[in-house]
């Protein structure tokens, strides 16, 4: 089967959604084609810099054929048509289309198309939500008057829409008007393939080597970004509340010059606080196989769904509709963020092995298949039997 993708922002060799999609479609045997920009092309190296694309021809990665157009229109990215999209479908002549991203001017060049070729599958997907998208009067006046039009009027024609949180389908819902019986939850999700659980012990070793960390001691690893910066030195303040020998902190991601003197200041030379750094994809795979416990008290991220999936219980930051990530008994919610919350927390999982053991076994039986992009790539070619 031919299936096309189509996204505004694909960045080579990440592991967000539109590149794992398309990957995995490609990797269950199918012919896929990722419609993208020019613009955020080239991969991010280890300064967060984006690499320009240099060779505007059709090129391969992961499987997946690339096509890169330039743009047609452009006022802010949301405000973009993709040259040549429609003749580039034409050429391309898929059997479904996946949109990446619901709030888009290109939806009415391949609404067009649709019209067309009745018999191909579209499907739409939506990220936005109150935190990320609709986060001021401005943005939920144009989401709800402008981007409404185009979205409605595109699904008469889309099979279905999905959206990747329970917080996002209601946003959609509210904000676009869709009808529900088309719109269906589809996750993020990981690579499977990525993590290496028979040299599971081997990672563990190596990983512990390095920060000087006993086999037997218990780590807690978290991520680092700028949208948490606060909440990143919180949870280090909880953790010097724990304040046990045996217990360690791994923190990994870039950190911008502008925080990095108050988490040093915050970690204080703490022998148990450990940077690790920006890791690849693969290399965080590797450091979750090596800990215990991830906590994330900070904003959302896919992170989350790669930790369960590694077998990690889980403590992160309560947004409304993240129950799905509980998949019988493997995640504590945090409902404030101050320390005494995110130290009681750890705590609970600390004091009691069985506990921890008990949530580690629900995270690896249940997440590893919920949230594997082999069987959510499945999910978009089966719900196609209902077209």
């Known amino acids: 089967m031919k299936i096309v993708h189509i996204t505004y922002i694909y960045i080579d060799g990440f592991s967000y959604q539109e590149n794992e999609l398309p990957k995995t479609h490609a990797q269950l045997g199918h012919e896929v084609t990722m419609i993208s920009t020019q613009n955020f092309a080239g991969s991010i190296n280890k300064s967060h810099i984006h690499e320009p694309v240099k060779d505007k021809k059709p090129y391969f990665i992961d499987g997946v054929k690339v096509i890169r157009l330039p743009l047609k229109i452009n006022i802010d990215y949301r405000f973009s048509?993709?040259?040549?999209?429609?003749?580039?479908?034409?050429?391309?002549?898929?059997?479904?289309?996946?949109?990446?991203?619901?709030?888009?001017?290109?939806?009415?060049?391949?609404?067009?198309?649709?019209?067309?070729?009745?018999?191909?599958?579209?499907?739409?997907?939506?990220?936005?939500?109150?935190?990320?998208?609709?986060t001021n009067f401005i943005s939920r006046f144009y989401h709800k008057y402008f981007f409404r039009f185009i979205i409605k009027s595109a699904f008469k024609y889309a099979n279905i829409g999905y959206y990747v949180t329970p917080l996002v389908g209601m946003?959609?819902?509210?904000?676009?008007?869709?009808?529900?019986?088309?719109?269906?939850?589809?996750?993020?999700?990981?690579?499977?393939?990525?993590?290496?659980?028979?040299n599971r012990i081997t990672h563990r070793e190596e990983i512990r080597s390095?920060?000087?960390?006993?086999?037997?001691?218990?780590?807690?690893?978290?991520y680092y970004n700028i949208e948490s910066e606060k909440n990143t030195v919180e949870l280090v303040d909880a953790f010097k509340k724990i304040n046990k020998e045996n217990i360690h902190l791994i923190i990994f991601g870039k950190i911008v010059d502008e925080?990095?003197?108050?988490?040093?200041?915050?970690?204080?030379?703490?022998?148990?606080?450990?940077?690790?750094?920006?890791?690849?994809?693969?290399?965080?795979?590797?450091?979750?196989?090596?800990?215990?416990i991830a906590c994330f008290p900070g904003g959302q991220s896919v992170l989350w769904q790669q930790a369960i999936g590694c077998?990690?219980?889980l403590c992160v930051k309560y947004f409304y509709g993240l129950e799905y990530l509980d998949l019988g008994g493997n995640v504590r919610f945090l409902?404030?963020?101050?320390?005494?919350?995110?130290?009681?927390?750890?705590?609970?999982?600390?004091?009691?092995?069985?506990?921890?053991?008990?949530?580690?076994?629900?995270?690896?039986?249940?997440?590893?298949?919920?949230?594997?992009?082999?069987?959510?790539?499945?999910?978009?070619?089966?719900?196609?039997?209902?077209?």
Do not use: R
Not at 112 to 132: A, R, V
Not at 259 to 278: C, D, F, M, Q
Not at 335 to 362: F, G
């Open 81 to 134: 048509v993709l040259k040549d999209l429609y003749e580039t479908l034409e050429s391309e002549n898929p059997d479904l289309i996946y949109s990446h991203g619901g709030a888009y001017l290109n939806l009415k060049i391949v609404e067009s198309y649709k019209k067309k070729h009745p018999n191909c599958y579209w499907c739409l997907d939506f990220h936005g939500e109150y935190y990320n998208t609709g």
């Open 171 to 198: 946003f959609t819902e509210e904000m676009y008007k869709l009808p529900k019986q088309k719109l269906k939850m589809l996750p993020l999700g990981f690579d499977l393939s990525l993590v290496d659980f028979e």
């Open 210 to 222: 390095k920060f000087n960390i006993k086999n037997n001691d218990i780590v807690i690893i978290t």
């Open 259 to 292: 925080y990095k003197e108050e988490l040093e200041e915050t970690i204080a030379n703490h022998p148990n606080v450990h940077l690790a750094g920006w890791l690849t994809t693969k290399e965080i795979n590797d450091y979750y196989l090596a800990s215990d």
């Open 311 to 313: 077998g990690l219980p």
């Open 335 to 387: 409902y404030k963020d101050d320390p005494e919350t995110i130290s009681t927390a750890l705590n609970e999982i600390i004091e009691n092995k069985e506990l921890m053991n008990s949530m580690a076994n629900v995270a690896i039986q249940k997440g590893c298949e919920y949230f594997s992009y082999k069987n959510i790539a499945q999910t978009v070619i089966d719900d196609m039997k209902f077209f």
